[in-house]
């Protein structure tokens, strides 16, 4: 059974860049059935997808993101990671990272999720 | 960019009774690109239904989707107790990615 673990500082101070790591276990990261989303949750509020990787390393972003946002994937590791820069406190979320496959439209499998708070 | 609404914001049911849950689309969005997903307090997301209408593994049957072009629906007959929680549809689209609505909160009555 495919498992996903966030990993990551849950502070970050106004302006800086939030980093992010995703580890996956019980699964390949390097298939190419499979892409690994970001998406976050503001405080009480609804879901927001943030982007994806392929195993190639292509991405697709959120355009209201796209500016601020890199994701990368480090298949030796089986890890992907999020970095978003400049960050403000309309950043503060729970962030999640997600697998969905390659041809269904939906993330069936799903880290806990972390809480990063942007503040000073 | 295409917007879900989703409809109640609040649902106030109880156990045993049926729950129907609506999305609407601002444009049409294919059947493929439909998910519902359940969320419970400091909980991810579970995937529900996928391409508007298929159960994802392990999801009881009284959990069912349907709808096409801008309407679609979530329908839970026979309320459980766990099943009272929050839903959100969502969809992908080729040139915005994924959006969800904002949220159906289940709650007991």
């Known amino acids: 059974q495919v498992q996903l673990q966030e990993s990551g500082p849950g502070l970050v101070k106004p302006s800086q860049t939030l980093s992010l790591t995703c580890t996956v276990s019980?699964?390949?990261?390097?298939?190419?059935?499979?892409?690994w989303n970001w998406i976050r949750q503001h405080p009480g509020k609804g879901l927001e997808w943030i982007g994806y990787i392929y195993y190639s390393g292509s991405t697709y972003y959120n355009p209201s993101l796209k500016s601020r946002v890199t994701i990368s994937i480090d298949t030796s590791k089986k890890q992907f990671s999020l970095k978003l820069s400049s960050v403000t406190a309309a950043d503060t979320a729970v962030y999640y990272c997600a697998r969905n496959d390659v041809g269904d439209y939906a993330a069936a499998y799903w880290g806990q999720g972390t809480l990063v708070t942007v503040s000073s | 960019e295409i917007v879900l609404t989703q409809s109640p914001g609040t649902l106030s049911l109880s156990p045993g009774e049926r729950a129907t849950l609506s999305c609407r689309a601002s444009q049409s969005v294919s059947s493929n690109y439909l998910a519902w997903y359940q969320q419970n307090p400091g909980q991810a997301p579970r995937l529900l239904i996928s391409g508007a209408s298929s159960r994802a593994t392990g999801i009881p049957d009284r959990f069912s989707g349907s709808g096409s072009g801008t309407d679609f629906t979530l329908t839970i007959t026979r309320l459980e107790p766990e099943d009272f929680a929050v839903y959100y549809c969502q969809q992908y689209g080729s040139s915005t990615g994924y959006t969800f609505g904002q949220g159906t909160k289940l709650e007991i009555k």
């Open positions: 019980g699964g390949s990261i390097s298939s190419a059935g499979y892409y």
